[in-house]
């Protein structure tokens, strides 16, 4: 099946995509050290993508995709989020970074069987409320364009008279659901929450809906705090079983096992890594495997225990957010994540390689879509496409 993707970044959203059976017939990126990634990889085929077309270095706004109506599966993407994020400026529709025009125009062009979008929890915030639907409108009805000079507020409205009217059957529409996903619950060692859009051709008839957790975190603690196989299997000496008291009273209260597989955490990711700071030369042998030093913690930002899922790895609207982006060992002291480690929290490949130095390779991973996310979202639609 053939895909689009925009918006690409370090290319996490494209190769879960790619392995759940689609193939990019066009790459659109903007930032040259994202292109620079994708490129170098390619080329050493690693991560999947070796057949990827070569990606197009440059601004969506002038690129033309009518070449393609009508000829492809799956459109996906990434809009630029930091109009809605909570670390941003909250600036939205009245920010020129806002990219979800451009998402439209390409889906409108090209007319796929279906769609999938990523973008930060943010966006569902109160404040962005009337927004939010101004997106899943224009996305069930990409052809009704705003009109020259047109507020997106008076788009809206035209939009809603829209909807509520009985459209002609011959219009390009689509059914559109989004959620917001934890992607720890999907097999990531990362509590990453961000909402995820997906829409179906209307013409098709797909009645879908979002997969099933597949991990959960009272399974973890089952291993953890009743049957102790997560600490055994780990090898972890019982004084060194620590866990946060809430997390601990929750696990004593389960009765039966969950038949979800549990949360993975930091130590399952990186537990057989060696210690950039403490075992500099056997981490130098690891690809993107480098101590970064500066590392500290303050209120609200104490870095992630190894015995838990991690916190969201951050990219900031200023480069990598201090305290933020680490491990907390044992002892309470904390150091940045290496590359290489923020991306098995990204379940990237261990054969993967980011360009630039760690602050810009940090800031491609803390943007990026878990692989093993996207995986999971596109081989549901990619099943529901074969059968439609």
Sequence with gaps: MRAIELFAGAGGLGMGISKAGFKPVQIVEWDRWCCDTIREN??????????????????????????????????????????????????????????????????????????????????????????????????????????????????MVRLERHHTARGSQDELRYNVVYRVLNAANHGVPQRRERVVFVGFRADLGIEWSFPEHTHSLDALLWDQVRSGEYWDRHEVAARDRLLDPRLLARGRMLIEKPTTAPWLTVRDAIGDLPDPQLAPELAAKCLNHRFQGGARSYVGHTGSPMDEPAKTLKAGVHGVPGGENMLRRADGSVRYFSVRESARLQTFPDTFRFHGSWTESMRQLGNAVPVQLAHAIGANVARNLVAA
């Design 42 to 155: 390619r080329r050493a085929k690693t991560g999947g993508i070796g057949r990827w077309p070569e990606p197009i270095e440059g601004d969506i706004r002038k690129v033309d995709f009518r070449k393609h109506e009508g000829k492809i599966d799956l459109v996906s993407g990434g809009p630029p989020c930091q109009p809605f994020s909570l670390g941003g400026k909250h600036r939205a529709h009245a920010d020129t970074r806002d990219m979800w025009p451009e998402a439209v125009r390409v889906v409108r062009e090209t007319r796929p069987r279906a769609f999938v979008f990523e973008n930060v929890k943010g966006l569902t915030r109160a404040s962005f409320a009337t927004y939010l639907a101004h997106i899943v409108h224009q996305l069930t009805y990409p052809e009704l364009t705003p009109l020259p000079g047109e507020a997106w507020n008076d788009h």
